[in-house]
């Protein structure tokens, strides 16, 4: 198995996963919202690769982040979807897929990330409910099912609002890097260990 950075050419293989794993109408899902009019962040798109018989590449799992605001100016990410292909759950892939990529945003300078999905698989990351009190989303969604991280302690203190796309003009100002600090906040000291492993 190789993880890797998630290119062009893996957008259809990625998208028939997705649709076998969430079915063809999860685009009406809030989360969606969110997506329809910015592209994912292409430096922390993982694909989880490997190869058949014929040598082609078979695509068996995904990660992805776009980029989003709260309350219009306050820059964060928002992970999903992610999928493993059926024969793979849990065996672990979907684990390492988002200890990597959060790996990667913290080293990138990201500080806050937030989600939808089952609290009691994304707590053992450090996500929790407690951090989207104060925040909305643009349409019905479970609110059990609305987590935070806070990839720099302290990131959320104070901050409320909608959750809206991104609309600034460069990526860039999505992150705030901070020279040989490398953030490891409850939940995610594990990061650090998985990612420095040979893939």
Known sequence: MIITTEEPRHS???EALLD????TDR???TAYRLRDTVAPLSDLGLVALEHDDHGEEV???TIRYWPISISGFVPALLLGPIAVAPHLQGAGLGSKLIRMSLNKAAAAGHRIVL???DAPYYSRFG???RLTMDLQLPGP???DRFLGLEIVPGALDGVSGMITPWTGTATEDLAIPVPGAFATPAGFAQ???WYARPA
Do not use: C, P
Not at 20 to 23: A, I, K
């Open 191 to 193: 990061t650090r260990l």
């Open 127 to 129: 996500f929790t409910r």
């Open 20 to 23: 076998q794993s969430f079915g």
């Open 141 to 143: 969604v479970d609110l």
């Open 12 to 14: 259809a293989a990625i």
């Open 115 to 117: 989600l939808v999905g």
């Open 59 to 61: 695509l068996q799992g």
């Open 27 to 29: 685009h009406t899902k």
